[in-house]
Structure formats: structure tokens, C-alpha cells
């Protein structure tokens, strides 16, 4: 039936429909291009998953299919009143669960909400039907939100060009400066902060600071914090493709380059694993003849991109699982302290570091390498590691008021990182092993077998499992009751009711594992307690 509306009525309501709808759409796609880096590879292994395929493709997105069908083949007005209906629940339901998604507020993201604001309300104010405006948008939003986006990004191209040649000048110009370059995918931050840690108690030290890894954060650290006075510089290097991590050594020419270890970690982007190794390979290749290549010995992937792409002749090859050019051994994690013994040449030192996680030696090797290379003696390296902490996130350890002990290990997750915090949170022997997780992403044809992996020891290890996503849950469940018949697994994505049903269970004497990408206010709940 026909709802009539005078015109006014219809203007209005046409107006209020077009604002809601756009600022739940808008800011839903610009997040998630956001978090994507602008990146076209990922955006495109995003909606390709099984969230992505749920983000397009949701009764809700049906249902405003159906309602701009109707509008356009019967009644603009009962299409708007029917799409502001669905646009106010979609909003309250997003505010009722605190996960109403919005884009950090860059200078450069705030020139695309203005951009596509301005562009939306240029349509809607020239249009000759507005209801009939209102519903094509719906449609394009996602295009329109694409095509500005890449159109605003021309001028951030051209000066990041501009940046990364300016700051390749400016290090051209310090050949005193010592560049550390650390690559790997997983623990190039923890061996990126422990290294500075280490190094800021001899020399001048400056890194590359959290979640900066790319050519261009590297190029305006080096603009803006490196100084003449700077001795060494650490840079952490992080891709996605080929040729990221070549652009990046051109700018800063490092001398001395750390790999830490290769595995599936993005694999879904890089394609193969061959294309992994060599795209780690390239911080080896663009070593001089007469630097050092500091390389995980305990990964046959980073070992094979020695072998492939190294240019230096000096290579220091370091273990925590057997004998090697530096190693470990009597690894012994205790409460207060992580202990192992050093061995390098004919040395031989104990290292007591106050931190937890056993798979955080490998990363100290690596820093003792660098280290002895810069003329340190392993003796002073051991006293200055006892300074070092873990970055945030990355398996820290707090016990609350209510002797409830968390791992917060939510910074990042990859298959071999997954297994080591497992085998923390085990090394706790508290009562009862709790986890959350959203399980691992960007692996590509991997991602079934490396989560069934994980989900059998999660099982061995767990008592309670929350998964906070649909994309790697059926996978983990069938594995984890694969191992363990009879152990539950929850999935649940709103985070009052994560909290509620974790408070519900958790007891004195009882640990929780946090693990990938997990809000911190969650964390913070239980760290609160």
C-alpha cells in the first residue's frame, strides 16, 4: 500500500535518511579501507574471507536491497521510511554492542570524509527526485567511497615520493650512522624494542617507533628523529609483496640485518611462501659486502633466504634449539625471570632477563649478535638485558586483584607465535587455562591446516575457548573436538557478553591467554578486576 507523505514530509524525512545512512556507511567502509593500509591486496583478501563475504553479503544488506527495489519499482516513500527503520536499528544495535566501526581521524582520512561528504551532499542537493538520489547512493556508496579515496590519495603519493627522496639524501649524508635493519614474520618488534633497550645504554640509539614498518614511516622517522648526534639507528621492516623491504633499505642502507624468522604469516597476499622468502631476503640482499647478516637458525624458511639472498660475507647464525654460530641452552623459565646460557665462540654467560615466554630467547640472540657486532661484550650485554620488557601486547603477564592471571599476547598472531603463548599460558599451571581469540589471518590456502594445528594444541592446553570470529571458529571447534571430544567452544562477538560470560566462569588461581587483535578494553576489564 501507498504511504502517503506531503512533500515536505518526504523532503525531511529523505534528508534524515540520506544523514543516517551515510554516516553508518561512510565511516563502515573508510574503516575498513583504514585498516586495510589503503591497500588494494588486502582489501581484496578481506572480502574474499569468510567475514568479508559476510560483510557484503548480511541480511541486513539484503533487506536494503529489497527496500531500494521497492522504492525504485513502487513507492519512494515507503522505501525511505522502511531504510530509515533498518538505518536506526542497524546504528542502536552497533551502540548497544560498542562496536559501532569509525576510521581514526588522520589528516589524510579526514579529507576523505569531507571529500565524500561533500560529494554525497553535492548529488543529493542537485538531484531532481531526493528519495530516488537517497537510494542510489546506498547502492554506490562503496564505489563512490573507493574511487575518493584513491583520487585523495594522489597528492599523499606524490609526497610521500617526495619524503622517501629527501630522507635517502639526508641518510646519504650520515655515513657514521649505524642502521640496523630487523625483518621476519614474527618477532621483529620484540627484537626491535629489546635490541634499543640494549643499545640505548652505549650509544645514541633511535628506532622506528610501534606499528611504523613501511617506506614512508621509515623515511619521516629518519626526517624527523634522527639526528646528527644519532649513532644507531633500528629499523623494523615489514611487507606485504616483493619489493617493500628493498624500497625501505633503499632509504636507510642498513649494514647489518636481522631476520627472524620466515613463515605463513600473510601468506593469502604474498601468494607463496617462495615469494615470502624472498621478500624477506631482500633486507640480506641490500647488505653491503662487508655487513652482517644475523639470521634465526631455527627456521628453515629464513635459512633458505639466507642461502638465496644474502649479500654479506660476515653471517651470524643463532639457535635456542641446537648448536649454532650463537646459541642457547638450560633455558628455564621462571616466575620472575626468563634464564638461559649463552654460548658464542669460546664465551660462555648467563643471561636472567625479567620477562615471560621462552620463544623471547631467539629474539635475545639475535640482540646479543647485533650486540657483540657493535663491540659490546657478552658480559655487558648481559647485565643491560636485565633491563629489557616486553612491548605491549606482546605476552605480557599481570595478575589482577582477584589472583587471576592474564597474557595479553593481542598485539599480533601468527602460527609459531600462537604455539609459544600456548605454551606460556601452560607454564603458568594455573587451575583452570581460558582463551580469546580470533584465530589467525592472511594465510592464504594455509589457513585450515595451520588453525587445525593450533586448535590441536589449544585443546591439549585450554579449558575454556572463546573464539570472537565466525572466520576461523568452525575450523578451530572441529580441530579442538577433534583432540578433545568433549571441550566446548564458544563463539561470541559481542564484547559485553564476552566479558559477562568470562566473569561468570573465571575463578582465584584461574589464567587467561588474550590473543590477536583483541580490543584492550577487553583486556583492561579483567586487568581491573
Known amino acids: 500500500m501507498e504511504l502517503n507523505l506531503s512533500t515536505n514530509s518526504l523532503y525531511y524525512l529523505g534528508i534524515a535518511v540520506w544523514l543516517l545512512a551515510a554516516l553508518k556507511g561512510v565511516f563502515l567502509d573508510t574503516y575498513y579501507w583504514q585498516l586495510k593500509e589503503y591497500r588494494w591486496d588486502r582489501m581484496l583478501e578481506f572480502l574474499n574471507s569468510p567475514k568479508g563475504r559476510a560483510f557484503i553479503v548480511s541480511p541486513l544488506n539484503l533487506i536494503r536491497a529489497l527496500i531500494i ?35 581514526k581521524p588522520t589528516f589524510r582520512m579526514l579529507l576523505m570524509l569531507l571529500a565524500i561528504f561533500a560529494s554525497e551532499a553535492l548529488a543529493i542537493f542537485f538531484a531532481a527526485n531526493l528519495a530516488l538520489a537517497v537510494l542510489i547512493l546506498e547502492v554506490l556508496r562503496p564505489f563512490l567511497v573507493t574511487i575518493l579515496m584513491h583520487i585523495v590519495g594522489i597528492p599523499f603519493l606524490i609526497l610521500k615520493k617526495y619524503l622517501m627522496a629527501k630522507a635517502t639524501k639526508k641518510r646519504l649524508a650520515m655515513p657514521n650512522l649505524k642502521v640496523i635493519g630487523i625483518t621476519g614474520s614474527y618477532g621483529k618488534s620484540s627484537t626491535k624494542e629489546f635490541l634499543y633497550q640494549i643499545l640505548q645504554h652505549k650509544f645514541k640509539t633511535i628506532k622506528t ?108 647464525k643463532y639457535s635456542s634449539q641446537t648448536k649454532a654460530d650463537l646459541y642457547a641452552n638450560n633455558i628455564e623459565q621462571k616466575d620472575s625471570s626468563l634464564n638461559f646460557t649463552v654460548h658464542y665462540k669460546d664465551q660462555t654467560t648467563d643471561f636472567s632477563v625479567p620477562i615471560f615466554g621462552e620463544h623471547f630467547v631467539q629474539n635475545l640472540l639475535a640482540c646479543v649478535a647485533c650486540a657483540l657486532e657493535l663491540g659490546l661484550a657478552l658480559e655487558e650485554i648481559s647485565q643491560y638485558a636485565k633491563s629489557c620488557q616486553v612491548l605491549e601486547g606482546s605476552l605480557q603477564i599481570f595478575e589482577n586483584s582477584k589472583k587471576i592471571k592474564i597474557i595479553d599476547d593481542s598485539y599480533n598472531s601468527n602460527p609459531d607465535g600462537f604455539i609459544s603463548a600456548l605454551n606460556s599460558l601452560k607454564n603458568l599451571k594455573a587451575k583452570r587455562n581460558f582463551l580469546v581469540t580470533m584465530g589467525m589471518i592472511e594465510l592464504g590456502e594455509k589457513n585450515d591446516e595451520l588453525h587445525a594445528q593450533v586448535g590441536q594444541k589449544i585443546a591439549e592446553i585450554c579449558d575454556e575457548i572463546y573464539v570472537t570470529s565466525a572466520d576461523s571458529f568452525e575450523i578451530l571447534k572441529s580441530s579442538i573436538q577433534k583432540t578433545n571430544p568433549n571441550r566446548e567452544v564458544t563463539l561470541i562477538t559481542d564484547h559485553q557478553d564476552l566479558i559477562r560470560k568470562i566473569n561468570d566462569k573465571i575463578q582465584p588461581g584461574d589464567a587467561i591467554l588474550f590473543e590477536n587483535r583483541l580490543p584492550q578494553s577487553i583486556i583492561n576489564q579483567f586487568k581491573k578486576a
Open 209 to 316: 617507533s610501534k606499528h611504523v614498518n613501511v617506506d614512508i614511516g621509515i623515511a619521516q622517522i629518519l626526517l624527523k628523529e634522527v639526528k646528527d648526534s644519532t649513532e644507531v639507528f633500528i629499523v623494523e621492516m615489514g611487507a606485504y609483496k616483493k619489493g617493500e623491504i628493498a624500497s625501505s633499505c633503499n632509504i636507510v642502507k642498513p649494514e647489518i640485518g636481522i631476520l627472524t624468522g620466515v613463515n605463513e604469516q600473510h601468506l593469502s597476499i604474498f601468494g607463496s611462501i617462495q615469494n615470502t622468502i624472498q621478500a624477506k631476503g631482500e633486507l640480506l640482499a641490500s647488505l653491503p659486502t662487508n655487513g652482517l647478516a644475523i639470521v634465526n637458525a631455527d627456521s628453515p624458511n629464513a635459512l633458505e633466504s639466507l642461502q638465496k639472498c644474502n649479500n654479506a660475507e660476515k653471517v651470524i
Open 69 to 103: 527495489l521497492l522504492g525504485i519499482y513502487y513507492s519512494f516513500s515507503l522505501a525511505l521510511t522502511a531504510l530509515a527503520l533498518v538505518t536506526i536499528f542497524r546504528l542502536i544495535n552497533n551502540f548497544r554492542h560498542h562496536n559501532f566501526l569509525r576510521p
